[in-house]
């Protein structure tokens, strides 16, 4: 079932979009969390981590290596950041489409809440 980020990737709602391609799109979290906060999410509709099939490979790695890029974009290299992929109820994962997390720009405390 399409949630609120496939309205993101068809442009039937606004977003903060910091990056695109044909794979993948990235736009600010509504709701940050850090001063540098960006959703990563594929354009193909994988619910989560945990439905994630050998098919998703390029996919993932791809994900990975524009979140990479992007932190860069961001100003985030040297500094550091952390990416971060909510999965299920226990992660409290409220968006049943998988998205990376991109958090930075201040210090960042561990173990997470
Ligand atoms: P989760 O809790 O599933 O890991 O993360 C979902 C994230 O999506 C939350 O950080 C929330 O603030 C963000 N979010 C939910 N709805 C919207 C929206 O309509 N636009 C944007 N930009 N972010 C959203």
């Known amino acids: 079932m399409s949630t609120i ?3 993101v990737i068809n442009r039937e709602i606004p977003a903060d979009i910091v990056y695109e ?5 990235a736009f600010k979290d509504i709701n940050p969390q850090a001063p540098a906060h960006v ?3 594929p354009k193909k509709e994988i619910i989560s981590m ?3 099939v050998p098919e ?4 993932l790695g791809h994900l990975m290596v524009k979140a990479s890029e992007i932190a860069t974009t961001l100003g985030l290299s040297e500094s ?3 990416l ?3 999965t299920n109820e226990d992660a ?10 991109i958090l930075g720009g201040r210090r960042l405390t561990w173990p997470p809440g």
Request: with cysteine; hydrophobic share 45%; charged share 10%.
């Open 21 to 25: 391609d044909d794979t993948c799109i």
């Open 39 to 41: 959703l990563l999410i």
């Open 84 to 86: 971060v992929v909510n």
């Open 5 to 7: 980020f496939t309205q």
């Open 56 to 59: 998703d490979q390029a996919v």
């Open 80 to 82: 550091g950041y952390r």
């Open 92 to 101: 409290g994962q409220s968006v049943f489409h998988l998205h990376i997390h």
């Open 50 to 52: 945990a439905t994630v």
